[in-house]
C-alpha cells in the first residue's frame, strides 16, 4: 500500500516560483505524477516521472514546470517557475505500482494524496 502527502503550496505573484512535495510511503511507486484541478474543471495531469527517471509535461507546464525524484528520501518534488494565474488549482500526487501508458491520465494512477492549494496572483 502506498501513502502519498503533499506539501509546499501557497501564495505566490505571477511570475514567482514555488516548490512541491510529496512525501511517499509503502512500495510500488513505479510510476509518479502531479496533476491539478481548479475550481469547476477537470483533474489534469502536469507532470509524470517513471522508475527510469522519463518524465512527460503537459504542453501548458513545459518549460516552466520540473519533475523530479529524490529516492533516498522518498521524494516527489515540483518545481514551478514563471507561475501565472492560470496555475491556480489543488495540486495533487499521484502513484502506481506499474508504468502506466498515458503519464499525465489521471486514471493510470490507483494512489493519491489529499493534495495541496497553490494561487497564483
Known amino acids: 500500500h502506498v501513502q502519498l502527502v503533499e506539501s509546499g503550496g501557497g501564495s505566490v505573484q505571477a511570475g514567482g516560483s514555488l516548490r512541491l512535495s510529496c512525501a511517499a510511503s509503502?512500495?510500488?511507486?513505479?510510476?509518479m505524477a502531479w496533476f491539478r484541478q481548479a475550481p469547476g474543471k477537470d483533474r489534469e495531469g502536469v507532470a509524470a516521472?517513471?522508475?527510469?527517471?522519463?518524465?512527460s509535461y503537459a504542453e501548458s507546464v513545459e518549460g516552466r514546470f520540473t519533475i523530479s525524484k529524490d529516492d533516498a528520501k522518498n521524494t516527489l518534488l515540483l518545481q514551478m517557475d514563471n507561475l501565472e494565474p492560470e496555475d491556480t488549482a489543488t495540486y495533487y500526487c499521484?502513484?502506481?505500482?506499474?508504468?502506466?501508458?498515458?503519464?499525465?491520465?489521471?486514471?493510470?494512477?490507483?494512489?493519491w494524496g489529499q493534495g495541496t492549494q497553490v494561487t497564483v496572483s
Open positions: 499521484a502513484a502506481d505500482e506499474k508504468l502506466v501508458l498515458r503519464p499525465l491520465s489521471r486514471g493510470e494512477y490507483k494512489y
Open positions: 509503502g512500495y510500488g511507486r513505479a510510476c
Open positions: 516521472i517513471d522508475h527510469f527517471g522519463g518524465t
